[in-house]
DNA sequence: TCGACTCACACGTTTGAAGGGT
DNA sequence: AACCCTTCAAACGTGTGAGTCG
C-alpha cells in the first residue's frame, strides 16, 4: 500500500487531519441542512463544471453538516432520501434497488477495493426525474469520506480505530451514455455498476481511488450541459443516499456481508449453497487432489451433472439485482447530428468511442484524435477508461497529480482552463484534491 | 503474533462475433 | 441485403484461502 506522504513528499506534515472548513450556505434548504455534514460536496472539487454555469446559484459551495458519527454502522435512523443540493430545480432522483442497500445498510455494507479495481455490489441504480427532455446532461458520480475516522472490525460491528489516512486524489466517474437528453435518462434507470473501486493511488485506470477500512458515502451530481461543445453548463444537481454507506474492505469482514453479497450478486452465484464452488465443494476438490487424479465420475460430476440448479438462497432470491445496461444503440446521441467539434469533447467519444475506452491503439489526446478508432481484439478495452486529470488551479487542490505510467500516458490530459474538456463517458474525471481532514 | 493486503484459482455471467435462417 | 436468432468462446466479475508483509 502506498501511503501519500511517501508518495508526495511535498505535503509535508502539513497535510494533517482535522475537521472540515466550516461554511454556511443561505441557499440550502434549512429542512434539508439541519442535522447533516455534507462533508465533502465542496466546491472545488466540481469547480471545474461551475463557472460556466448561467446565473445559478454556486448551491455547491458550502456543505451542510452531515449527522454525527453512530457508534455502529445500521443504527441510524432512516434518513430523508435523498438529500440533495440543486440548482436544477424540479429535479428529483430516486434509488431504484433502495431495498437492496437497505439491506446491506443494515448489516454495514462493505466494498472490496483491490488494486486491479472492484466494482461497487449493489450499483447506484438511479432513476430521475423533472430533467427537461430537450436539454442534455451529465451524470457523474463520487465517493467521498463520510468523517475523519479509520474503522476496524471489532469482531461483531465495525468501530473507530483512528483518525483516516489523507485524502486520495477526487476521481469522478462519468456516466458512459453522458451526455444524453433529458428523455434519454428518464426514460429508464440509470445504472453505476461499472464504476470502480480502487485501494491504488497510483492507479492508471482512473478508478474511484479509496482508502481501505474508510467510511465512504457515493454521490451521483447531474450537470446540465447547455449545448455539445458548449463552454458553458446550466446547473448542477447532487444528490446523496445515506444508505449507500460504505466501508472499504481489502477482504470481507463481517460473515454476514459476505453472505448478503453471495445471495445477491449473480457473479456470486458459484459461491451459493448449491455452488459448486460453495464451501463443501472446494473441500471436496481439495480432498479429491490430495487423492489422486480425477475419477470418471468426479469428471462426471465435473461436467455438469453436479446437482447445482437454482440458488437457494435464504433471502428468496434467485438473481435479486439484475442492472439494467443502458444499452448503447439506443443512444439517441448517436443518432443526433454531430456538430463539427473536435477534441476530447462528449462528441468525440460518440464518434470514436473506442479510441477512448483505452483501445491498444493511438490514443485520443487532447490535440491528436484519431481520425479511425482502433478497437483491441479483446474487450478488455472496452470500459478502461480515459480521464481528466487536472492540475490545481487558483485556490484549488494543491494535492500533486499523480505520475503518469507510460503505456496509459495518452489518458491522462493534463491541466487547462476551464470548463473541462470533457474525458469521454465511462470515464473517470480527475479533478486533483485538496486535504479535507 | 496479528491484522491487512495480494494473488491465483475455480466458477458463473456477460459480451460480442460468427453463422445460419427467414 | 437486411434483419433476427442461436451458439460459442473469451473476457470479466466474484469470493476464497494461502501466502506475504509490516
Redesign the pocket.
Same mark, same amino acid.
Given at each position: 500500500?502506498y501511503h501519500p506522504r511517501e508518495l508526495y513528499p511535498s505535503l509535508g506534515t502539513s497535510y494533517r487531519l482535522g475537521p472540515p472548513q466550516p461554511g454556511a450556505d443561505s441557499t440550502f434548504p434549512p429542512a434539508l441542512a439541519e442535522g447533516y455534514r455534507y462533508s465533502d460536496l465542496d466546491a472545488p472539487k466540481l469547480d471545474c463544471f461551475l463557472p460556466g454555469i448561467e446565473a445559478a446559484p454556486r448551491t455547491l459551495a458550502a456543505p451542510p453538516p452531515l449527522p454525527p458519527l453512530p457508534p455502529v454502522l445500521g443504527t441510524e435512523p432512516a434518513p430523508p432520501a435523498p438529500e440533495a443540493l440543486h440548482s436544477l430545480p424540479g429535479v428529483s432522483l430516486s434509488l431504484e434497488n433502495r431495498e437492496l442497500w437497505k439491506e446491506f445498510n443494515s448489516v454495514g455494507t462493505e466494498m472490496?477495493?483491490?488494486?486491479? &479495481? @472492484?466494482?461497487? !455490489?449493489p =450499483?447506484c441504480r438511479v432513476s430521475v426525474t423533472g430533467l427537461d427532455p430537450e436539454a442534455r446532461y451529465l451524470f457523474l458520480l463520487d465517493v467521498v469520506p463520510v468523517d475523519g475516522a479509520r474503522? @476496524?472490525?471489532q469482531g461483531r460491528r465495525w468501530e473507530p480505530?483512528g483518525k483516516a489516512e489523507p485524502r486520495l486524489p477526487d476521481r469522478v466517474y462519468i456516466h458512459p451514455d453522458s451526455p444524453a437528453t433529458g428523455a434519454h435518462w428518464m426514460r429508464q434507470p440509470v445504472s453505476f /455498476?461499472?464504476v470502480?473501486l480502487t485501494?491504488?493511488t497510483l492507479d492508471p485506470h482512473g478508478h474511484l481511488i479509496l /482508502?481501505?477500512?474508510h467510511k465512504y458515502q457515493p454521490r451521483i451530481h447531474l450537470v446540465r450541459a447547455a449545448q455539445l461543445c458548449s463552454q458553458h453548463w446550466g446547473g448542477v444537481a447532487s444528490f446523496r443516499f445515506l444508505e449507500t454507506t460504505f466501508i472499504?474492505?481489502?477482504?470481507?469482514?463481517n460473515?454476514r456481508?459476505?453472505?448478503l453479497?453471495?445471495a445477491a450478486?449473480? !457473479?456470486?452465484?458459484? !459461491?451459493?449453497e448449491n455452488? @459448486?464452488?460453495?464451501?463443501r465443494?472446494?473441500?471436496a476438490?481439495?480432498k479429491r487432489k490430495l487423492r489422486g487424479p480425477e475419477t470418471a465420475a468426479t469428471k462426471a460430476y465435473?461436467s &455438469?451433472d453436479?446437482p &447445482?440448479g437454482p440458488?437457494d438462497s435464504t433471502l428468496g432470491g434467485?438473481?435479486r439485482e439484475?442492472?439494467t445496461?443502458q444499452v448503447?444503440a439506443h443512444r439517441e446521441a448517436t443518432l443526433a447530428p454531430v456538430p463539427p467539434c473536435g477534441g476530447s469533447s462528449a462528441e468525440a467519444y460518440l464518434l470514436h468511442p473506442a479510441a477512448f475506452h483505452g483501445a491498444p491503439g493511438p490514443l485520443p489526446t487532447r490535440t491528436n484524435f484519431p481520425e479511425v478508432p482502433e478497437?483491441g481484439? &479483446?474487450?478488455? =478495452?472496452?470500459?478502461?477508461a480515459a480521464f481528466l486529470e487536472l492540475q490545481a488551479g487558483p485556490g484549488g487542490s494543491g494535492y500533486p497529480v499523480a505520475p503518469s505510467t507510460a503505456p496509459f500516458a495518452p489518458h491522462f490530459l493534463q491541466g487547462g482552463p476551464f470548463p473541462l474538456s470533457y474525458p469521454g463517458p465511462g470515464g473517470y474525471l480527475d479533478v486533483g484534491s485538496k486535504p479535507m481532514y
Open positions: 500500500m472490496i477495493i483491490t488494486k486491479a &479495481g @472492484r466494482r461497487m !455490489f =450499483a474503522y @476496524r472490525w480505530s /455498476h461499472r470502480k485501494n491504488s /482508502h481501505s477500512m472499504s474492505v481489502t477482504a470481507y469482514q460473515p456481508i459476505t453472505q453479497k453471495i450478486n449473480p !457473479f456470486a452465484k458459484g !459461491f451459493r455452488g @459448486r464452488n460453495c464451501k465443494e472446494r473441500d476438490r481439495v465435473g &455438469g453436479a &447445482g440458488c434467485d438473481v439484475s442492472e445496461e448503447p478497437s481484439p &479483446g474487450r478488455s =478495452a472496452s470500459y478502461s
